[in-house]
């Protein structure tokens, strides 16, 4: 045999024994040096103080095993494992979470962490997670806010983590470590306008402006939708906050962002107000959808967390126009003609949003209504299209006069007029929400609400 042949085949077999030999760690990965007062250990024998050194089912995907010839354990895990449950582990706490790595082949690997027990695992999709070198111990070290932008609740401890990688690999003391970083997410939209409704008359639960009955106390809701309410600061002034929706997609249904208000009773106020701020994507001009409903606190489980919502015959709902805040004010008494919210005894304990659209909401609350009180709306509607400055309303009934009101109540305008359809020019008043309330031949009021 050729000399030259002899030597390349003896080449590969001792590469193929050397990966052979290299197929799984034979050596401890590097002994930790962190200081133990300041570490909250998952997996490592090298850790007691704050450590839960044996999670929940390690053999969903990850195999506890031992370095041969030795006692010391490590997991064993093959490609991409399910999600491994950790009860508990607090390394939300710390800044960084540390894992050694022992990969059979070069590649790439990565892990995700997450708060609850579904398999619902945040991970880092656009991170640059370093590349492996095979056939021996990496470290890796993740700052823990990594996660949290993506995703993780830094209130609830840690009860998941997964691994994502190809091929074999093996994986050792897995531990946080290290002064917490705080992460901001600030809403980068002006500021809500001050309310200036008295004090005395309102029943807040979210506002920078009253006594709220919920200051820290307004939480998202994930069973009832898919996307959850954050609080968020301005940019602008970081001392006040705001109620990030996030982008709803539905119109229809219980879809939506919820917000838990601990039972507010309604029922003895007039209206329901909200600041709404639609930021809408860039190019986007035209107005979009948005309402809300309510669930009350009822004794039977609050009733398959069913929310209810207003019909069109009940209440017409502004379009919101793009990157503006606007003002919208519901009155209680159609919700009240709805059974479940009439005997609400509890009172209701949480709002919903849907709508078409990525929407803020500030100065939520109930107050007593300076406006006249509004009858017949549930047998006149009043129609009404606004153009160019000009209001033209529709009714059953001839419209003898006209009353249009602020959002604080105040009278701005008057017009007497008789007929089925009348017209008023707006052109003086200035931007903003009104309450139009029309007195008709048959003395009913019928009522709607502009936005100009």
Request: negative net charge; proline residues 5%.
């Amino acid at each position: 045999m050729d000399k030259t042949l002899k030597i390349g085949i003896l080449s590969l077999l001792c590469f193929w024994s050397t990966e052979t030999i290299l197929a799984q760690p034979t050596t401890a990965a590097p002994t930790p040096t962190h200081d133990a007062t300041d570490v909250v250990a998952l997996f490592s024998e090298h850790y007691t103080t704050n450590c839960k050194p044996e999670p929940q089912n390690w053999g969903k995907g990850a195999t506890k095993t031992t370095i041969d010839g030795t006692s010391d354990a490590i997991l064993a895990i093959t490609n991409t494992c399910d999600a491994i449950f950790t009860t508990g582990w607090s390394a939300q706490n710390k800044g960084t979470i540390h894992v050694d790595i022992w990969p059979a082949t070069t590649g790439t690997f990565s892990f995700g962490i997450g708060n609850n027990f579904n398999n619902e695992v945040n991970w880092l999709n656009e991170y640059n997670w370093p590349k492996l070198t095979a056939g021996q111990w990496n470290s890796v070290e993740i700052p823990v806010v990594e996660f949290v932008k993506v995703g993780l609740n830094t209130e609830s401890n840690v009860q998941g983590i997964r691994f994502k990688g190809s091929g074999e690999y093996w994986v050792d003391n897995i531990y946080a470590f290290g002064p917490k970083e705080e992460y901001v997410i600030t809403a980068d939209i002006p500021v809500a306008p001050t309310p200036t409704y008295p004090a005395e008359g309102v029943l807040s639960a979210f506002s920078d402006s009253y006594e709220s009955y919920l200051k820290n106390g307004v939480v998202g809701v994930s069973y009832a939708g898919t996307s959850l309410c954050a609080v968020r600061p301005y940019e602008s002034d970081r001392e006040q906050e705001v109620l990030d929706l996030g982008t709803i997609t539905s119109v229809t249904g219980d879809g939506g962002s919820g917000v838990n208000i601990s039972t507010l009773d309604l029922r003895s106020y007039d209206s329901i107000h909200v600041d709404v701020y639609y930021a809408a994507a860039e190019g986007m001009v035209d107005p979009v959808d948005f309402e809300f409903g309510l669930i009350e606190n009822s004794d039977d489980g609050w009733k398959g967390k069913r929310f209810l919502w207003l019909t069109e015959d009940d209440f017409i709902w502004p379009q919101l126009p793009p990157n503006k805040w606007v003002g919208i004010n519901v009155p209680v008494a159609p919700f009240l003609k709805i059974p479940e919210i009439a005997a609400a005894n509890g009172g209701i304990i949480m709002i919903r949003f849907r709508g078409l659209g990525h929407f803020y909401v500030d100065n939520l609350y109930a107050f007593m209504n300076e406006i006249p009180p509004i009858t017949g709306l549930a047998t006149v509607q009043l129609q009404q299209t606004l153009k160019d400055n000009q209001l033209t309303l529709h009714a059953i009934e001839k419209i003898e006069n006209v009353n249009i009101y602020n959002m604080t109540g105040q009278q701005v305008m008057v017009n007497t007029t008789n007929g089925f359809s009348v017209q008023v020019d707006l052109t003086t008043l200035p931007t903003g929400s009104y309450v139009v309330i029309a007195t008709l031949a048959n003395g009913q009021k019928a009522s709607t609400h502009i936005i100009k």
